[in-house]
């Protein structure tokens, strides 16, 4: 944790209405004599007990109030207002102020600053006692400190109304030492993962669904049928998209491997579950299809575990399990702009490839050889054709890891041309 020196600061100064607000003039002074720039946001209440002009001459800029002056957003918009600040000082605090705080309420700019900013909040409440000690404010301000919101005062003594005892607004140089201490700690207040600025990269902006690994297609309680898919490759392009910017969602089948960093996951086991999760996930720009699905289930699955019997081996009658790829590439309404899809084959690589893409009716197919000597299942390595109406493409071996990546690129011109 760096300390901010004083010097430099940027300070967004929101003046409530009260009669201190003639003593946030002084604070301005003080503030610039420290090197400090000021902005100034008044309320509507705030302009009838000093004219905006007094905290425009003394801060040197323009002061804001009304969140729709096409003007004042041309030259700078309220959420950056609230942004390029290090620091957010309301100075009066009113009571309405900070009761309108509590409730999140954005009914004029000053309330919608407060609710808009990243940055640290620093109140210098300032009311007549009674309204201090009502309840209401009580919970107010319990609130907001329960929010992050520093206080500084309310002082005691005399008040403009003739009562004595607390809810003067802090003095000028007791504030700019709270606002020292205030910009020590970290002002800028972090967002979930996953929301705020939006990430740059070639797949910035876009939806991408990526199932992989193999279905567990069950037999009884503890026999399945399976296939030997690592799930590395479809794994490796659901990373490389999220790396790349897009809101990824991987649909993995059961795999050895951890979840990719960056990504959604959604974990299922069966054909069946695979599909209906893939529905779930759309609508998306790009669907790539790199499961290796089984293609039948068995039609009755044993509720107890199959026993050896006199009866001889048992016979397991098979249905078909849904094509996913089929599903959402022939979809008439929220069809993904890209489709794609693998083909795992151990024989006429390109051949099938080509009559896959048709039979799917996606837009490419990425085709690989899985026959044994090739050790691409599990392997670390594949060797693709990138196959689309256009041709085939074959790429060098490589790892996965990079054929991701390729894909990734490819699919980021794809989607370009297509804009
Ligand atoms: N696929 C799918 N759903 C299925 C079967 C396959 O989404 N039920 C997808 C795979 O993820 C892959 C592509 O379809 O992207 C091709 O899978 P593959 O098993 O190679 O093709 P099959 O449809 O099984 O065709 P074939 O029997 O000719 O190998």
């Given at each position: 944790?760096t ?9 967004l ?7 201190a ?5 002084e ?29 425009a ?5 323009a ?40 409730q999140g ?10 609710l ?5 909040v620093?109140?210098?409440p300032?009311?007549?006692?009674r309204?201090?000690?009502h ?14 919101v ?7 003594g ?23 201490r ?10 979930p ?10 797949l910035?902006?876009l ?9 567990y297609e ?5 026999r399945?049928?399976?296939n ?5 490759q479809g ?7 999220g ?6 969602t991987?649909?993995?089948?059961p ?16 054909a ?23 293609d ?9 575990k ?12 098979l249905v078909?399990?849904p ?6 590439a ?46 691409t299942?599990g392997?670390?390595?594949?060797q ?13 071996r490589m790892?996965?890891q990079?054929?991701?990546r ?6 980021a011109?794809t989607?370009?041309?297509q804009?």
């Amino acid at each position: 944790m760096t300390a901010r020196p004083l010097s430099n600061a940027r300070i967004l100064l929101i003046v409530g209405g009260g009669v201190a607000a003639y003593k946030s003039l002084e604070l301005i002074r003080r503030l610039r004599e420290r090197g400090v720039v000021t902005r100034v946001v008044m309320t509507e209440a705030a302009k009838r007990f000093v004219a905006p002009l007094s905290f425009a001459a003394l801060s040197g800029h323009a002061v804001r109030f009304d969140p729709f002056s096409l003007i004042d957003e041309a030259e700078m918009g309220h959420i950056e207002l609230s942004r390029e600040a290090d620091l957010v000082v309301v100075a009066p605090a009113t009571a309405d102020l900070l009761a309108r705080m509590a409730q999140g309420l954005a009914n004029d700019l000053a309330s919608t600053t407060l609710l808009a900013t990243d940055k640290r909040v620093l109140a210098a409440p300032a009311m007549n006692l009674r309204m201090w000690l009502h309840p209401a404010t009580r919970r107010n301000v319990a609130a907001l400190r329960a929010d992050g919101v520093a206080f500084v005062g309310p002082d005691e003594g005399e008040m403009a109304c003739g009562e004595f005892g607390p809810g003067r607004m802090a003095e000028p140089l007791a504030i700019v030492a709270a606002i020292e201490r205030a910009l020590e700690a970290p002002t800028a207040i972090p967002l979930p993962p996953g929301v705020g600025a939006r990430p740059e990269g070639a797949l910035a902006g876009l939806r991408v669904v990526v199932t992989s690994g193999p279905t567990y297609e069950p037999i009884d309680p503890v026999r399945f049928l399976g296939n030997r898919s690592s799930g590395l490759q479809g794994h490796a392009i659901a990373e490389a998209a999220g790396a790349a910017g897009a809101r990824a969602t991987l649909i993995s089948g059961p795999v050895g491997l951890a979840d990719p960093a960056g990504v959604d996951v959604v974990h299922v086991e069966t054909a069946r579950q695979m599909h209906a999760a893939a529905l779930a996930a759309l609508p998306a720009d790009v669907f790539i299809a790199a499961a290796a699905v089984g293609d039948w289930r068995v039609e009755a699955v044993g509720a107890q575990k199959l026993k050896k019997g006199t009866a001889g081996a048992p016979v397991l009658s098979l249905v078909e399990n849904p094509d996913i790829l089929a599903d959402v590439a022939t979809r008439r309404t929220g069809r993904p702009a890209l489709v794609i899809g693998f083909a795992a084959e151990t024989e006429r690589v390109v051949e099938n490839a080509r009559d896959k893409l048709k039979r799917k009716g996606c837009d490419l197919i990425v085709a690989n050889s899985v026959a044994e000597s090739e050790g691409t299942f599990g392997g670390l390595d594949n060797q693709v054709t990138i196959v689309s109406a256009a041709g085939a493409e074959p790429w060098p071996r490589m790892s996965k890891q990079e054929v991701a990546r390729g894909l990734i690129e490819l699919i980021a011109r794809t989607m370009k041309g297509q804009k």
